[in-house]
C-alpha cells in the first residue's frame, strides 16, 4: 500500500512537470512512468537502509537508461524525460532544512544538511552522465564492429 | 556534385536562430553545439565553430566570412520547442527540407507560442506540490493546504514575473507567499506539518533543470556555461530559501 501510494503520487508529480517544462503533449505520460519509476527506486533502495546518496545515483542511473530507450523508440531529445524524472529526486526537503538551520543560526546543522543536499544533487548527476557515458561506448563499438 | 547549397550568409542564420531557440527552451549546451555543426554541415559548411553560453552564442564559419553573435536575454523551459527545433535539424541532416524551407519553419517556431494554457500549468503545480506532500512523508490531511498553497504560489510567480521582469524577485515574493499560507493554515487548525506543506508547496520553484544542466555542462568540459548555470541556479535557491527565512523570522 506505502509503495503503491508513492507510485501513484510520483507518477502524477512528474507529469504535473511535463507540463510546466512544456513537454509535448504525447509524451506526458512517459515522463510520469520515468519520474515513477526512478522514485520507486530511490524508495525501495531508502526502505533496504541504503543511503540516500547511494540510493539517488542508482535512481538517477535507471532514469537516464530508461530515458535513452525512450529517445531513441521516439526520436525526441533525451531531456523531455530525464528532466520530468529526475525532479522527483531532486533533495528539496534537505535543502529547505538546511535553510531552516541557517536562519535558526544553527550553522553547525545547516552545513551538515547543505552538504549532503549537494551530495545527493552530484550523485543524480554522476548517474545521468554515466549512462550517457556507457551508451556513447555502446555506439562506438556497434560503430567499429560494423566496419 | 549536383547538390546547391544556400548561401554562406543564410546557413549563418539558420544555424543561430535553431540554437537561440533550443537555448531559450532549456536544451543542454552540448545539444546546442551539435545541432548547430551538424545543420551547418548538411548545408554545405563542414567546418564550422560554435561557442554557446547561457547568455549569446558565437557562431563562426572556417572562411571569411565574418563570426556572428546572438544574445540570449530571456531563458525558460520550453522543451516543445526544443523537440521541434530538433525535428528541423534531423529532417535539414536527411535532405529533406532545404535552405529557404528550414529557415520559414524555425522563424515560425519562434514566434509561436506552444506553452499549455495558464489555468493548466497552475493546476498541474497545485496537483504536483500536493502529490510532493505525500513523497516527502505527509499525512493526508496536509493534502488540500499543500495544494492551495502551492497553486497560489505559482500564481504569484507567474504574474509577478511579468510586471518586474527580475527572476530573483518573483521566486522571493512566491516562496514567501507560500511560507505565509502554509503558516495560516497550521495557525488555523487545517494544517498540521508546516515544515511538510512548505516543502511540498516550494517544488514547483526549485530550479532542478538548472542544476543537473549545470553539472552535465560541467563534466562535458562546458565550463563558462556550467559554471553561469550553476550560479542562476544557486541564485534562485536562494531566493527560495529567503522568502522562507522571512516567514520563519516572525
Given at each position: 500500500m506505502f509503495m503503491l501510494t508513492h507510485m501513484i503520487t510520483s507518477f502524477i508529480a512528474s507529469a504535473g512537470f511535463g507540463v510546466l517544462f512544456n513537454a509535448p503533449k504525447k509524451s506526458l505520460l512517459k515522463c510520469g512512468f520515468v519520474g515513477m519509476v526512478g522514485w520507486f527506486v530511490y524508495i525501495w533502495l531508502v526502505n533496504w537502509q541504503y543511503d540516500a546518496v547511494i540510493s539517488s545515483l542508482i535512481a538517477a542511473f535507471t532514469i537516464a537508461v530508461i530515458s535513452q530507450i525512450f529517445a531513441k523508440m521516439y526520436k525526441t531529445p533525451?531531456?523531455?524525460?530525464?528532466?520530468?524524472?529526475?525532479?522527483?529526486?531532486?533533495?528539496?526537503?534537505?535543502?529547505?532544512?538546511?535553510?531552516?538551520?541557517?536562519?535558526?543560526?544553527?550553522?553547525?546543522?545547516?552545513?551538515?544538511?547543505?552538504?549532503?543536499?549537494?551530495?545527493?544533487?552530484?550523485?543524480?548527476?554522476?548517474?545521468?552522465?554515466?549512462?550517457?557515458?556507457?551508451?556513447?561506448?555502446?555506439?562506438?563499438?556497434?560503430?567499429?564492429?560494423?566496419? | 556534385m549536383g547538390k546547391e547549397y544556400p548561401p554562406t550568409i543564410e546557413v549563418i542564420e539558420i544555424c543561430l536562430l535553431a540554437g537561440k531557440i533550443m537555448l531559450q527552451g532549456g536544451a543542454e549546451t552540448y545539444r546546442v553545439e551539435d545541432t548547430m555543426t551538424r545543420?551547418?554541415?548538411?548545408?554545405?559548411?563542414?567546418?564550422?565553430?560554435?561557442?554557446?553560453?547561457?547568455?549569446?552564442?558565437?557562431?563562426?564559419?572556417?572562411?571569411?566570412?565574418?563570426?556572428?553573435?546572438?544574445?540570449?536575454?530571456?531563458?525558460?523551459?520550453?522543451?516543445?520547442?526544443?523537440?521541434?527545433?530538433?525535428?528541423?535539424?534531423?529532417?535539414?541532416?536527411?535532405?529533406?527540407?532545404?535552405?529557404?524551407?528550414?529557415?520559414?519553419?524555425?522563424?515560425?517556431?519562434?514566434?509561436?507560442?506552444?506553452?499549455?494554457?495558464?489555468?493548466?500549468?497552475?493546476?498541474?503545480?497545485s496537483i504536483a506540490s500536493g502529490c510532493f506532500l505525500i513523497m516527502f512523508l505527509g499525512s493526508w490531511t496536509d493534502f488540500i493546504p499543500a495544494m492551495i498553497a502551492g497553486g497560489l504560489g505559482f500564481v504569484s510567480f507567474i504574474y509577478v514575473h511579468r510586471v518586474v521582469q527580475i527572476k530573483f524577485f518573483s521566486e522571493f515574493i512566491a516562496s514567501l507567499l507560500i511560507g505565509i499560507i502554509a503558516y495560516f493554515f497550521v495557525y488555523s487548525g487545517l494544517g498540521t506539518e508546516l515544515d511538510k506543506i512548505i516543502i511540498g508547496s516550494v517544488m514547483p520553484l526549485?530550479?532542478?533543470?538548472?542544476?543537473?544542466?549545470?553539472?552535465?555542462?560541467?563534466?562535458?568540459?562546458?565550463?563558462?556555461?556550467?559554471?553561469?548555470?550553476?550560479?542562476?541556479?544557486?541564485?534562485?535557491?536562494?531566493?527560495i530559501g529567503a522568502g522562507i527565512a522571512l516567514v520563519f523570522t516572525f
Open positions: 533525451i531531456i523531455i524525460f530525464s528532466v520530468a524524472g529526475i525532479i522527483p529526486l531532486v533533495p528539496g526537503g534537505i535543502a529547505y532544512d538546511a535553510m531552516r538551520n541557517f536562519v535558526e543560526n544553527d550553522y553547525n546543522m545547516a552545513i551538515q544538511l547543505a552538504a549532503k543536499a549537494f551530495m545527493i544533487s552530484g550523485a543524480i548527476a554522476v548517474g545521468l552522465v554515466i549512462s550517457e557515458v556507457i551508451n556513447q561506448m555502446i555506439r562506438k563499438v556497434q560503430f567499429k564492429s560494423r566496419i | 545543420i551547418a554541415a548538411s548545408l554545405g559548411i563542414p567546418h564550422s565553430h560554435s561557442y554557446v553560453t547561457p547568455t549569446g552564442i558565437i557562431f563562426s564559419t572556417d572562411g571569411t566570412e565574418p563570426a556572428k553573435l546572438i544574445r540570449i536575454s530571456e531563458r525558460s523551459t520550453d522543451l516543445y520547442k526544443v523537440t521541434l527545433v530538433n525535428g528541423v535539424s534531423r529532417r535539414i541532416s536527411s535532405g529533406e527540407l532545404d535552405g529557404k524551407d528550414a529557415l520559414a519553419r524555425l522563424k515560425e517556431i519562434e514566434s509561436a507560442d506552444y506553452t499549455f494554457p495558464v489555468y493548466q500549468q497552475i493546476l498541474a503545480a526549485v530550479p532542478g533543470l538548472l542544476i543537473t544542466n549545470a553539472v552535465r555542462d560541467l563534466m562535458a568540459g562546458h565550463l563558462v556555461s556550467g559554471l553561469s548555470k550553476g550560479a542562476e541556479a544557486f541564485l534562485t535557491a536562494f531566493a
